[in-house]
């Protein structure tokens, strides 16, 4: 049986729907959230792509400072940008 060309997950507790093959960086720019906040409260977000200047760190399925541009979407996924 062919998997699901769509994934569900959670980005700050909200619903959104992605594509598979979709990064958390993506998912988190479609849910309209900012990646985190920068130490003078700025929202920051993804930079380079390609997981160098760690812009992008969030907190995937409890697992703080993974690099979101890195990590691909998974079914039930849980993402905390803050």
Do not use: K, W, Y
């Amino acid at each position: 049986m062919p998997e699901p060309a769509s994934l569900h997950l959670l980005v700050n507790d909200v619903p959104i729907t992605v594509s598979r093959g979709t990064t958390v960086a993506s998912a988190i720019l479609i849910a309209g959230i900012p990646t985190r906040q920068s130490v003078s409260g700025e929202a920051r977000g993804p930079l380079c792509g390609m997981g160098i200047c760690f812009e992008c760190r969030a907190t995937i399925d409890g697992v703080r400072h993974q690099r979101s541009c890195q990590v691909l979407c998974a079914e039930e996924m849980e993402v905390r940008t803050s």
